[in-house]
Structure formats: structure tokens, C-alpha cells
């Protein structure tokens, strides 16, 4: 009987939904042509501008370098402003919503509108089952054991702007009290809430939906080692041996760095306060850059491999070997840097 080999795909996203794509239109920039072009990270993590992308044609990128040439930017002019914000802007590890918030602060680059820098209705449809981990603990401490249909967290701030049990009106009063804030301010933390924990769940979806990719990408490493022609180059091998180890290094560093976030938010929900929501949200949002810039460069990493071969047998094993030495190894130790970089991991007391 034949078995139909199974055909891996790359990770894509809408572009407010992606970590490796910025569409320039959410940027105040004076040239017109740039406002439909899309700032990306290519195979090789350099942020390059995308004039078109077409299935027939393919990816129209040009250096940010280049730009002055191809707008007729007049040197003697001086730097043009749009190349200021383009150069910051490529220096960017990340393009995730919740990391450009940060960054794009630091940088003192503003948005078109602020509703740019929120993930898409269909991505928080796909993070509701995420979510339901963080907003159960929050139903229980007010409706105990009630049967409440929850569907997404909007369906949660719902419940906490109009409560209709008596006993729910108690247990949120008393929520309220500990936190300092009167029983209408409430359903506004709610929101801080949902959001914080709605950019673990999108992290978290990431890291979910990349880890079978860098299995095939790891198994691929196997294979080359072992093949008789290839095993005669000691550059590859070395190559192919600091690769899997960086992989394995990152996967096990963000997978911890969840656990942590998990451990807090149970610590908070056992003795909640003002105090230590917002060490939990400070905690979290401080590995925004960090972790979205390492799932960022695997992701592309791995969706240039998945492209050039979605089968087990695609390619060859000297195919493979070539793409490695020239565009995946390209950039992998600006990933670990990214990690390294990270504040140390602290456990809310």
C-alpha cells in the first residue's frame, strides 16, 4: 500500500498577524510609492522593502541601501526622512504587533493610527483556545462553578461589565477591593489583562505552529550527516551540528520562558493585588522583543526551507547541504544574540 508523503507548508499571516512582515502604510512616510510596499525579513534576517510580491513574478525586494537610487533622493540634500525611519525601523528584530508597540516607541516612530498595532479578528479567533487557559482561573475566583458559555474574551469583559448573580456582584466587589479600584474600573484591568495574556497565547500559537517545521529541519540534519558524500566535509558537519544545537538551545529557552509566565500567573490568581498583576505584566511584557525576535528568525528560517523542499525527498541531500551553507546559517547567531540578551528570568514572589 502507498503512502502519500506528507507536504509541509510555510507559516503565513495576514501582515498586522505576522512577526516577519511590516506593511509601510501603517507608517507616516512621505514617499507615496513606499505606502504600498512591505518592509520584510528575507532568508538571510536582512530587513529588505518589498515593492511586489506575485506568485508569477515572485518578491520584488530592494535594500533599504538602495532606496536613495531608486527614489532619486538627492544626496547633496541630505538624508532623506523616510531613509531615517527605514534604517530604524530595519534594525527591528521583530515585526509582531506587541513588539513593534515597544519598539516603535523607543525609536520615536509614530503610527497612522494606533489601531494599526492590533492583531487581526481572525487571529484572536484562532488564540480563543490559548486564551481559555488565562481566563478560566479569572471566571472561577467570580463565578465559582457557574455554566457559562465563554467563546472569546470579549465574552469575559461582557460578563464583568454587567454581572447578573448576586453573588458575582460580591466576589467582584471584593476582586475590586483588592486591587484598589472601584467595581467599574474593573472591566478596564480586564482589558489590560486580555491583552497581556492575549500576546502570550499569539507567542505561544507561534512556537506551537513552528515546532513540527524545525523537526523536519532537525531530521533533515540527521540525514545529511550520515550521507557517505557529505560526512567528507568537516565544514558542514560542524555547521550542521552548531545549527541543531542553536535550534534546540532557543526551542527549550522560549519553552521555559512560558513555563515561567504560567507559574506567575498561578502565583497572582492564588493572592491578587494592583501590585502583583502588574509585575506579571511587566514580567511578560519585558520578553516581548526577546521572544518575538527569536520566534521571528526561526520562523523565516524555517519557512525559507519548507519553500525549497515541502517533501522529505525534495531536493537532495547535496541541494540541502548548499542551502545551508549559503542562507541558513546566515543570521543564526544574531537569533542567539537576541536570546542571550534577555533579561534573566525571575519568579514572581
Not at 527614489?71 to 528584530?93: I, N, Q, T, Y
Not at 472561577?140 to 457559562?148: A, E, K, R, V
Not at 512556537?207 to 560526512?231: G, H, K, T, W
Request: charged letters at 25%; one cysteine or more.
Amino acid at each position: 500500500m502507498l503512502v502519500e508523503e506528507r507536504k509541509h507548508t510555510p507559516i503565513e499571516d495576514s501582515d498586522m498577524d505576522s512577526l516577519f512582515v511590516l506593511p509601510l502604510h501603517i507608517i507616516p512616510l512621505e514617499t507615496p510609492a513606499l505606502a504600498r510596499a512591505r518592509m520584510i525579513k528575507n532568508a538571510k534576517l536582512l530587513s529588505v522593502i518589498e515593492m511586489f510580491e506575485d506568485l508569477s513574478t515572485g518578491s520584488g525586494q530592494v535594500e533599504v541601501r538602495d532606496l536613495p537610487k531608486l527614489f532619486g533622493w538627492d544626496p547633496e540634500k541630505g538624508v532623506h526622512p523616510d531613509m531615517v525611519v527605514l534604517r530604524k525601523l530595519s534594525a527591528m528584530e521583530s515585526y509582531d504587533v506587541f513588539s513593534l508597540r515597544i519598539l516603535l516607541r523607543e525609536h520615536g516612530i509614530s503610527v497612522n493610527q494606533q489601531e494599526f498595532l492590533k492583531l487581526s479578528d481572525e487571529k484572536n479567533k484562532q488564540l480563543t483556545s490559548y486564551m481559555t487557559k488565562f481566563t478560566y482561573p479569572l471566571i472561577m475566583q467570580i463565578y465559582g462553578d457557574d455554566n457559562l458559555v465563554i467563546n472569546n474574551f470579549e465574552d469575559v469583559i461582557k460578563l464583568f461589565r454587567d454581572p447578573d448573580l448576586k453573588k458575582a456582584k460580591e466576589r467582584l466587589q471584593k476582586m475590586a477591593d483588592k486591587l484598589g479600584i472601584t467595581m467599574l474600573e474593573v472591566p478596564k484591568f480586564l482589558e489590560d489583562y486580555g491583552d497581556i495574556f492575549l500576546s502570550l497565547s499569539y507567542y505561544r500559537q507561534c512556537l506551537d505552529r513552528l515546532a513540527p517545521l524545525l523537526e523536519v529541519f532537525i531530521s533533515s540534519m540527521y540525514e545529511i550527516r550520515n550521507n557517505y558524500q557529505l560526512r567528507q566535509d568537516p565544514n558542514l558537519l560542524k555547521t550542521c551540528t552548531m545549527m541543531e544545537s542553536t535550534i534546540n538551545e532557543l526551542s527549550a529557552a522560549i519553552t521555559g520562558r512560558f513555563e515561567n509566565f504560567d507559574r506567575s500567573t498561578k502565583v497572582m490568581w492564588n493572592d491578587i493585588s494592583a501590585e502583583r498583576f502588574e509585575k506579571v505584566k511587566h514580567l511578560i511584557e519585558s520578553y516581548h522583543t526577546t521572544i518575538g525576535g527569536v520566534l521571528c528568525g526561526l520562523t523565516v528560517k524555517m519557512n525559507a526551507w519548507i519553500r525549497l523542499f515541502p517533501k522529505v525527498t525534495s531536493g537532495g541531500p547535496v541541494k540541502r547541504a548548499e542551502f545551508i551553507m549559503s542562507e541558513m546559517r546566515q543570521g543564526l547567531d544574531n537569533i542567539k544574540k537576541i536570546d542571550d540578551s534577555a533579561p534573566m528570568l525571575t519568579l514572581l514572589g
